[in-house]
């Protein structure tokens, strides 16, 4: 028995010595905002980490650093009253060639926080994180490279990233790639500096849990890639916020890896208060996109209960057939494949005549659509000149909810290479002097449209179709 106790407090304390928090006040940090702790913050990373990690905790005060390495076990703890700051000396960021190969991969880029092949890794705290993103002019498509990106986290596994303020990225404020059991919760994000400011990007990541977030960003909110042909996979998002001058929840651009079983729930999007932009628009582009134009395969997405507040366009899906590769060496991409989603319990008001807009490309189908208890109220002035509108195929454009032009013909929804287009208890509320039909259907094949209503004091169609077949609408 006695043998036991001294063993068993042996592998307490070897424990205890193995996971060491590391105060960065006390290793030598100075939080002035002036005096670069790069190499400090990094070699207390690099120790805390060699004996078996803990908590770097960065207590009140501004810490300026170039280019930081999360390695695995180590989680950055910003208390209330810290700021991280990214240094405006771009030669104090460090150019990386990520191992893992994907779109965004082929070329050294620089980030404030990298980390690749790690696991349990984080960021927590009441704190902030500023990239000073500001000072770095745009020059070109220089994403990445004269302009560092917030956080590029790549083939981690188990991140936590919780609590914390972050703003001014030089580029994407965070970007997950190819990482496995992520939880982002109750973080803040305002990203409105320069080009490219999007707020939260999950690239080819499984089992992803993003929840209670406010986001606020000049170019695209929570948006869901597939720059590898790593698809991204159990995803979950839930109680956010989100603000965005281009589209507020985004499955895209691009698609190689396709994306299956996607939800999204209980969130609210509304303009940001911010109305000069970088890009997009002062009420934004979208405020749900899905997109799949570079191949792969998008199936089972559920996306319920969105409340919108003014935007572009409402609802935007959109199989197209850009046919990006991810490398140079890969394979031309196929038409992808869309098919089993459901948006419903959604409530918008808009004041675009670039209604909400479904399409395929002639010869494939986005199939299986399902939109149920659907409110808009469309506050434009449809003309008749705007009914008439002749809308592009564009099947190689680059996929965004204005893409066949800021007018279409429909007051409701434009739906065009669609087969089996399921609508449930859809309302369209629309200005009195709106002349376009509530829906346009073009190439569309099995269409139920069950219990429309429509309200406006002009008289509307319900419906124009072409080239259709199996239409059938149940009032």
């Excluded at 010595?17 to 002035?32: C, F, P, R, S, Y």
């Excluded at 702790?37 to 078996?52: F, L, M, V, Y």
């Excluded at 994180?129 to 070109?140: A, L, P, S, T, Y």
């Excluded at 596994?157 to 994407?172: L, P, Q």
Aim: glycine share 8%; proline share 3%; net charge negative.
């Amino acid at each position: 028995m006695k043998n036991l106790t001294i063993i068993c407090l042996l592998l307490l304390t070897t424990i205890a010595i193995q996971a060491k928090d590391v105060n960065v006040l006390e290793v030598g940090a100075t939080a002035d905002g002036k005096t670069l702790n790069t190499d400090i913050i990094q070699k207390a990373i690099d120790q805390c980490s060699e004996s078996g990690g803990g908590e770097i905790v960065f207590p009140t005060g501004k810490y300026l650093t170039g280019s930081i390495i999360l390695k695995s076990g180590v989680h950055l703890h910003l208390k209330h009253g810290a700021t991280l700051l990214g240094s405006t000396n771009i030669e104090d960021y460090l150019s990386i060639q990520p191992d893992y190969v994907a779109l965004r991969t082929l070329k050294e880029t620089k980030q404030l926080i990298f980390a690749e092949g790690q696991h349990n890794i984080g960021i927590v705290g009441d704190g902030t994180i500023d990239g000073q993103g500001e000072v770095f002019i745009r020059i070109g498509n220089d994403e990445g490279i004269r302009r560092p990106h917030g956080i590029q986290l790549i083939n981690c596994k188990n991140v936590k990233i919780e609590g914390v303020f972050m703003t001014n990225s030089g580029a994407w404020m965070q970007h997950y790639l190819a990482c496995d059991n992520v939880q982002i919760r109750g973080i803040r994000v305002y990203n409105h500096c320069n080009y490219n400011n999007d707020g939260i990007d999950i690239d080819g990541c499984h089992d992803v849990v993003i929840s209670d977030c406010i986001v606020d960003s000049d170019d695209d909110g929570i948006c869901l890639k597939s720059t590898s042909p790593r698809s991204c996979k159990n995803v979950t998002i839930n109680n956010c916020v989100v603000h965005s001058h281009c589209n507020s929840l985004k499955l895209g651009t691009e698609t190689t890896g396709g994306f299956q079983n996607i939800q999204i729930t209980n969130c609210v999007v509304s303009p940001s208060e911010k109305e000069t932009t970088y890009y997009g628009t002062a009420i934004g582009q979208s405020a749900i996109s899905i997109e799949m134009v570079d191949g792969g395969a998008l199936d089972q997405v559920s996306i319920d209960r969105i409340s919108i507040m003014e935007t572009g366009c409402p609802i935007f899906v959109r199989l197209g057939n850009r046919a990006r590769k991810h490398t140079p060496e890969a394979p031309q991409p196929q038409i992808g494949e869309l098919k089993n989603v459901s948006i419903t319990n959604i409530t918008a008001t808009t004041t675009s005549k670039t209604t909400s807009n479904i399409t395929g490309i002639a010869g494939s189908y986005a199939e299986r659509i399902f939109l149920g208890n659907i409110l808009i109220t469309n506050l434009s002035n449809g003309t008749e000149e705007d009914k008439a509108t002749i809308v592009p195929e564009k099947d190689a454009a680059y996929p965004t909810a204005a893409m066949f032009g800021t007018v279409l013909p429909a007051s409701g929804f434009y739906v065009r290479h669609v087969a089996n287009f399921t609508v449930d208890n859809v309302r369209i509320t629309t200005s009195n002097k709106e002349l376009r039909p509530v829906f346009v259907l073009d190439d569309v094949i099995k269409a139920d449209i069950f219990y429309p209503q429509v309200r406006s004091k002009a008289t509307l169609e319900l419906i124009d179709e072409k080239n259709c077949a199996e239409i059938r609408v149940v009032r």
